[in-house]
């Protein structure tokens, strides 16, 4: 099969290119809930190393009479503000200077090469370091201590966002808004020491290389006889335990026989050792290719929906785009993302997301749980895949990455049913949005990728510090 899932035209445009619509069912959420899992997960989730943060505080000496005020104790306010990031943020390692002028902060950009980026904490005025640092090439958040650094926050603020420098101005009196901003630079550390397991049959060099360029992210590919391998020496007896676990904890069974779970069973022993293996922090694989093919013989819906579960991350189709998504997602919000081919429906102000991968720990690996059943794979009839029925009432944040494009597109909306229809995939979560506005804004292939949570502002200052172009394809233009 042609790595045509690549594409901005992924391959279920061309399957469901037509077909009538039918009648939906919503599914009530009142299913019987069960605990975690007996079995101990094989799901792989590795350690991060802390991310590495220059805070730059920019003043000029306190005999100047300018804003703050003359004579102002800067040395007191930034021991104070340096003690509430170190508490608020342990997971950064920060290291303190001063920039009293331009030529200071030039110094300090040079001695600055291995970090993840700088604060640029404006306590005072007009020294020319925020200009300095902004353009540095380093991800900056730079920070208004309101009534002391404002007239040159605005102004850095104002040529950062007309030439797209990576900079994320926060201009508030929470104080929880700085963090918010700082704990990016955790995702950002999070991503370069990630490794993306691609299971696939072709080349995809042009892509490891664009990610790695981007995020620092390593993609590792493996193909379908080394899977084969691992598939091969799986132990039968512990893929009937998680078979027979998931058919206990689903609300009911219907396509799939024992046997065929157990197949299911023993794919996520193989992919999730050959992740150990790799050090992987997420798997992506070519699945319908590999089963249209008969290069496998079992979907690994099941593995991507243990491992989503767990805290780890598994993504369909061998997309690097979504599993990239998903993965940075994933370290900004602690929980899974859910991948799928969206369906918008203008009458209801519905768009639909479908798929037949999905997780039912929508709130992270420590959430609650929603009920599933277990089906086959819908376009085909065949294998073992899941129908999640997850909550409604609750926000959503939905996006797409175009990694070689450096693009982004996002939409917010709210969760109002799980419908059921015997056409297209498995799992249809519905949510209100501005359906009409999606659907003449909609770019950048079919995939979307769905977390639970209202996390637009801190998506669009990734974004920002990434320098992603992005279209907010729910608002009017």
């Known amino acids: 099969m042609s790595p045509c899932n690549r594409c ?36 792989p989730v590795f350690s991060k190393s802390k991310a590495r943060v220059t805070v730059v505080f920019s003043h000029v000496p306190p005999e100047y009479p300018t804003w703050p005020t003359v004579g102002y104790d800067y040395e007191g306010r930034k021991r104070e503000i340096t003690a509430k990031l170190q508490e608020a943020c342990s997971d950064i390692r920060f290291a303190v200077r001063t920039a009293w002028t331009a030529q200071q902060a030039e110094a300090i950009a040079k001695e600055s090469e291995n970090i993840d980026g700088f604060v640029c904490y404006n306590i005072g005025i007009w020294t020319g370091a925020p200009n300095v640092l902004a353009r540095s090439g380093k991800p900056m958040v730079m920070v208004d201590d309101l009534f002391a650094g404002s007239g040159e926050t605005l102004v850095i603020a104002g040529v950062a966002n007309r030439e797209k420098l990576p900079v994320v101005t926060v201009s508030s009196s929470r104080f929880e808004d700085v ?40 993609v590792v590919r493996m193909g379908s006889e080394e899977l084969a391998s691992y598939y091969a020496k799986a132990d039968e007896a512990e893929a ?27 794919m996520y022993l193989a992919l999730t050792q050959a992740a150990t293996d790799k050090r992987a922090d997420a ?68 768009i639909i997301y479908a798929h037949c991968v999905a997780t039912n720990r929508v709130y992270g690996p420590k959430g609650k749980v929603n009920p599933y059943i277990i089906r086959s794979h819908a376009e085909d009839q065949r294998g073992a895949s899941v129908q999640s029925l997850m909550p409604v009432g609750e926000p959503v944040t939905t996006l797409a990455i175009d990694v070689m494009g450096k693009r982004m597109v996002i939409h917010t909306g709210k969760t109002v049913a799980n419908l059921d229809d015997p056409k297209a995939c498995r799992t249809k979560l519905a949510a209100q949005t501005n359906a009409e506005n999606i659907l003449n804004e909609w770019d950048m292939g079919w995939h979307r990728v769905t977390v639970y949570g209202d996390w637009r502002k801190q998506v669009l200052q990734l974004a920002r510090l ?12």
């Open 466 to 477: 990434y320098g992603l172009t992005v279209n907010e394809e729910d608002k009017p233009g």
């Open 8 to 43: 901005f035209l992924t391959r279920r445009q061309f399957l469901h290119a037509t077909g009538a619509v039918a009648a939906w069912t919503l599914f009530p959420l009142d299913a019987p809930v069960f605990a975690s899992a007996p079995l101990t997960s094989r799901s």
């Open 283 to 350: 798997v992506t694989m070519d699945c319908l290719g590999m089963f249209y093919s008969g290069r496998v013989t079992a979907y690994p819906c099941l593995t991507f929906f243990q491992l989503n579960n767990d805290g780890s991350t598994g993504v369909c189709e061998g997309d690097l785009n979504s599993t990239c998504t998903q993965l940075m997602m994933r370290y900004l919000t602690g929980r899974p993302g859910y991948v799928s081919d969206p369906v918008i429906d203008t009458a209801r102000g519905w």
């Open 240 to 266: 009937t335990r998680w078979a027979d676990m998931w058919m206990k904890q689903a609300k009911k069974v219907v396509e799939p026989s024992r046997e065929e779970i157990i197949k299911s069973g023993k």
């Open 179 to 218: 963090v918010d901003a700082v704990r990016l630079f955790s995702v950002i550390r999070a991503m370069k020491e990630s490794v993306i397991l691609d299971v696939v049959d072709y080349d995809v060099s042009g892509w490891a290389g664009g990610i790695k360029s981007l995020f620092g992210t390593e």
